[in-house]
Protein backbone atom coordinates (compact mmCIF):
# COMPACT_ATOMS: atom_id res chain seq x y z
CA UNK A 1 0.00 0.00 0.00
CA UNK A 2 0.88 3.56 -0.80
CA UNK A 3 0.64 6.54 0.79
CA UNK A 4 1.63 9.61 -0.23
CA UNK A 5 0.76 13.63 0.09
CA UNK A 6 1.64 15.68 -3.45
CA UNK A 7 2.78 19.10 -1.25
CA UNK A 8 2.10 21.46 -4.22
CA UNK A 9 3.93 18.85 -6.69
CA UNK A 10 2.54 16.87 -9.76
CA UNK A 11 0.22 13.71 -9.47
CA UNK A 12 1.74 10.60 -9.07
CA UNK A 13 0.79 7.91 -12.46
CA UNK A 14 0.81 4.57 -11.62
CA UNK A 15 0.83 2.34 -14.61
CA UNK A 16 -0.75 -1.15 -14.05
CA UNK A 17 0.94 -4.18 -15.34
CA UNK A 18 -2.23 -4.65 -17.61
CA UNK A 19 -1.84 -1.38 -19.28
CA UNK A 20 -4.42 0.87 -17.52
CA UNK A 21 -3.31 3.86 -15.25
CA UNK A 22 -4.33 5.90 -12.54
CA UNK A 23 -3.27 9.31 -11.22
CA UNK A 24 -2.94 9.83 -8.45
CA UNK A 25 -3.38 13.45 -6.62
CA UNK A 26 -3.58 15.07 -3.35
CA UNK A 27 -4.21 18.70 -2.59
CA UNK A 28 -2.25 21.08 -0.43
CA UNK A 29 -0.33 24.04 -1.04
CA UNK A 30 3.64 23.48 -1.62
CA UNK A 31 5.59 22.61 1.38
CA UNK A 32 6.92 25.11 3.28
CA UNK A 33 4.67 27.97 1.78
CA UNK A 34 1.77 28.12 4.55
CA UNK A 35 2.74 27.77 8.10
CA UNK A 36 0.93 24.39 9.93
CA UNK A 37 -0.29 23.43 6.48
CA UNK A 38 -2.38 20.23 6.48
CA UNK A 39 -2.08 17.81 3.47
CA UNK A 40 -3.90 15.74 2.81
CA UNK A 41 -2.96 11.73 2.50
CA UNK A 42 -4.10 9.57 -0.48
CA UNK A 43 -3.47 6.00 -0.54
CA UNK A 44 -3.31 2.91 -3.44
CA UNK A 45 -3.08 -0.59 -3.45
CA UNK A 46 0.14 -1.57 -5.88
CA UNK A 47 0.63 -5.22 -7.42
CA UNK A 48 2.99 -7.17 -8.74
CA UNK A 49 4.37 -5.87 -11.95
CA UNK A 50 2.54 -2.38 -11.75
CA UNK A 51 5.09 0.98 -11.83
CA UNK A 52 4.70 4.38 -10.61
CA UNK A 53 5.83 7.39 -12.51
CA UNK A 54 7.02 10.45 -10.50
CA UNK A 55 7.90 13.53 -12.66
CA UNK A 56 8.29 17.36 -12.48
CA UNK A 57 5.85 20.36 -13.92
CA UNK A 58 8.19 20.45 -16.85
CA UNK A 59 7.19 16.99 -17.68
CA UNK A 60 3.54 18.15 -18.78
CA UNK A 61 4.76 21.39 -19.51
CA UNK A 62 5.76 20.73 -23.13
CA UNK A 63 4.74 22.92 -25.60
CA UNK A 64 3.57 21.97 -29.38
CA UNK A 65 4.66 24.31 -32.16
CA UNK A 66 1.98 26.48 -32.00
CA UNK A 67 3.37 27.30 -28.18
CA UNK A 68 0.17 25.74 -26.35
CA UNK A 69 0.93 23.55 -23.46
CA UNK A 70 -0.27 19.64 -24.02
CA UNK A 71 -0.64 18.61 -20.49
CA UNK A 72 -1.11 15.73 -18.95
CA UNK A 73 -3.40 13.83 -21.46
CA UNK A 74 -1.09 14.81 -24.00
CA UNK A 75 1.68 13.59 -22.51
CA UNK A 76 -0.12 10.53 -21.21
CA UNK A 77 -1.11 9.58 -25.27
CA UNK A 78 2.47 9.91 -26.04
CA UNK A 79 3.87 7.59 -23.22
CA UNK A 80 1.41 5.47 -24.26
CA UNK A 81 2.15 5.50 -28.08
CA UNK A 82 6.29 4.77 -27.17
CA UNK A 83 7.76 1.58 -25.42
CA UNK A 84 8.85 2.97 -22.46
CA UNK A 85 11.11 0.31 -20.50
CA UNK A 86 11.14 0.74 -17.38
CA UNK A 87 14.19 -0.82 -15.33
CA UNK A 88 13.85 -3.32 -12.36
Known amino acids: MLEFT ?9 LRADGDYQCLESAG ?14 SAAIAEGDSLLLFSDG ?12 GLTAWLISSKNKDISLPG
Request: no cysteine; hydrophobic share 50%.
Open 6 to 14: SAGGEALLL
Open 59 to 70: AVEIMNPAREIL
Open 29 to 42: SPFGFVKDAVYDKV
